[in-house]
Every structure is written in C-alpha cells, then in structure tokens.
C-alpha cells in the first residue's frame, strides 16, 4: 500500500477527540474541544450543526433513524436530529466522560461512560431504556460479545465480558496485558484486536485466546482502531502522532502516516480515525485539523 495523497480538510478550534460515519459514503461528522459537531462532506465546506455545553468525546449517527448521538466530558448524552441539528433529548447521566457511543442491537443504542456506567437508548425514539454500573474503575471502549446481552469492555487491567440483562452486571475477566485497554474492534473472521496504552496491538480467537504474541505498532498509546470496509486493512491511530494500516489476514505492517516521511502530517496525538472506503482515511487530532488520506494498493 502507498500514499497518494494527503489533505488537511479543515480545523476545529480546539483538539478534536471524536469521529462518526455520517448519512453517506463521502460524509462524516467529528467533535472536540469547542464543543461542536461538525458536519463534513469531502465536495464541500464543513457546517457546524450543533453547539454543545461540553467538549465532545463520542459521536454515533444512525442512518435508521437520522439521529446523532453526542457523548460529551460532562458526562451527557445529547441525540439531535442530523437533518436540522435539533437537539431532541438530553440526558444528564453525571457519570463520567461518554466515551464509546454505537449501536448495540437493531433497537438500541449503547453508551459507556469512563466510570463505568453503560447507558441503553432506543434506537428509534432516543429515548432512555436502562443503565447499568459495570464492574470496571475506568472504561474507554466496549463492543458486543457473543449475544447483545453481553460485552466487551477495555479497563485498566484487560478486558471484561460483562452481562447486561441483569440487575448486577456479571463480569469475566481477561489480562490481555499490564495495561489499560483503550481500543476493541472485532476482526473479519470474528476474532478481536485489542490497542491500549502500552502501544501493542493484542488478537485474540473467538475464545478469548491469544492468536499471536502482542505486535509493538505505536511508539505511545493507541487511541483508535478500524477495519477498512471491505475488511482487508486495520488502521490504528497513537498519541505518537500517527497512523499505521495493517493487513487484516495476519496484522503485518502495510504503511506508515506521520512525521517525517510526511512532513506535513500531524503534530499532535492522533485522537480517532473513520473509513470512508478503502482508500479514503480520516483523522482528528489534538493539532485541531481534520485530515483525509487516500491510499493504494
């Protein structure tokens, strides 16, 4: 794979911690620390949609419902409608920092705040279906397990399999290694990749068992991980100020995006990063910029 290009497609006017897929193949929205969403389109300027009280660390738009759902440092959960930016409910959770936002199922929405607190919402209506405190000190990332009942979270020591279909969630867990786990996708052939803040990439089977020794990716913590669509490449993303894209069939290393091959690349932590398709890349930092990188086989 090589590089083709590189553009730095706007700013925000402070660091930009989040990013989500929007209604269309070629749009996005993305959020930081002045509090807005960002509307992108790659053939046309960025609208800001929404204003927030709080700097924004999660985003999820549903192209069901045309909702988008806001997790921001204060610990609300915002759902807006995309079409107009209305906000139509906020919820005051005062847990910690919402996190990871996504679907969790075809009828809910899945929230995690950093204290561990997972919120549950209908995808349809956004309104409120239930909370759980998970088991967990401090949480960054989840994804569903085996069954939408159960999932996957990263804490500072490994990984949890939590129940959430009970009143007290249960819990198992997994030393993926000595530090916190920040990132969890799920490979093509239904094994897991795990990032955290030693740097290493870590896969796991189905079972929960170590399919290679950890991989040294980042030279500091990896903040993001993404399968391309078409499954064939995994990009990750570091607080060392770059991107790395793997191949998905054995997670070698394909390509390198920073500083200094890329004079013009990012000069801060790399905070999260979306596919568009299989040659379109986009990253947010703490440098503010929004940047698209198109790549080749």
């Not at 759902?79 to 969790?104: M, V």
């Not at 796991?204 to 950890?214: L, R, V």
């Amino acid at each position: 794979m090589q590089l083709l290009q590189h553009r730095i497609l706007g700013e925000h006017s402070q660091p930009v911690y989040a990013l989500c897929q929007g209604l269309s193949s070629y749009s996005f929205f993305s959020g930081g620390g002045d509090r807005i969403v960002a509307a992108w389109n790659l053939d046309a300027e960025p609208l800001a949609l929404v204003y927030t009280t709080s700097s924004i660390y999660s985003l999820f738009a549903d192209p069901r419902s045309n909702l988008l759902w806001v997790g921001q440092m204060n610990g609300d959960v915002l759902c807006l409608r995309i079409s107009d930016g209305q906000i139509l409910h906020r919820f005051e959770l005062q847990r910690g920092s919402i996190f990871d936002l996504k679907a969790l199922d075809e009828q809910r929405i899945g929230g995690l705040s950093r204290d561990g607190f997972f919120a549950q919402f209908d995808r349809e209506s956004g309104a409120w279906l239930q909370g759980i405190a998970l088991p967990v000190q401090s949480a960054r990332s989840w994804m569903p397990f085996s069954s939408n009942e159960i999932l996957l979270v990263g804490d500072p020591s490994g990984v949890l399999k939590c129940r959430i279909d009970v009143e007290v969630a249960l819990a198992e867990r997994y030393s993926i290694c000595e530090w916190p786990i920040f990132s969890i996708t799920r490979h093509p052939n239904g094994s897991w990749v795990f990032g955290g803040k030693d740097a290493g990439l870590y896969w796991f089977n189905t079972q929960m068992q170590e399919i290679q020794p950890k991989i040294e990716a980042h030279n500091y913590a990896i903040y993001g991980l993404a399968f391309s669509p078409s499954s064939k490449y995994l990009a990750s993303c570091s607080r060392d100020k770059t991107l790395k894209i793997w191949d998905s069939k054995d997670l070698s290393f394909q390509l390198r995006l920073g500083k200094p091959v890329i004079k013009q690349a990012h000069s801060h932590s790399v905070n999260a990063l979306l596919w568009l398709n299989d040659q379109q890349l986009i990253s947010v930092s703490d440098d503010r910029t929004v940047r698209c990188w198109e790549c080749k086989d």
